[in-house]
């Protein structure tokens, strides 16, 4: 069974910085495009980022400049570098990942890490 586990959310300060681990397990050749979405309480889930699986990455226009997006293939991991973190970033953060298992592809999603903003 392919899982998704998510690691590094939690409460930071406005300005401050956290750091989100997404590593795949189980019987799947492949990962392609990797991603993170987020949703706050009351609102959609939103497109944060993605990254290809030869490293070219999107970001959605309200964390271009301060996330960064990044993978690991040989861990088969993606992170999310979060810096200037602001109250607005609050939410519940999920990865997900594109992944072949016995030549069919499908999405897989994370359990999802809350990632708070407050002082």
């Known amino acids: 069974q392919v899982q998704l586990v998510e690691s590094g959310g939690g409460l930071a300060q406005p300005g401050g910085s956290l750091r989100l681990s997404c590593a795949a397990s189980?019987?799947?050749?492949?990962?392609?495009?990797m991603g993170w979405y987020r949703q706050a309480p009351g609102k959609q889930r939103e497109w944060v980022a993605h990254?290809?699986?030869?490293?070219?990455?999107n970001y959605s226009n309200s964390v271009k400049g301060r996330f960064t997006i990044s993978r690991d293939n040989a861990k088969n991991t993606e992170y999310l570098q979060m810096n200037s973190l602001k109250p607005e970033d609050t939410a519940v953060y999920s990865c997900?990942?594109?992944?072949?298992?016995?030549?069919?592809?499908?999405?897989?999603w994370g359990q999802g890490t809350q990632v708070t903003v407050s002082s």
């Open positions: 189980g019987p799947f050749t492949s990962i392609s495009t």
């Open positions: 997900n990942a594109a992944v072949r298992v016995e030549g069919t592809w499908s999405t897989y």
């Open positions: 990254i290809t699986s030869n490293g070219i990455s």
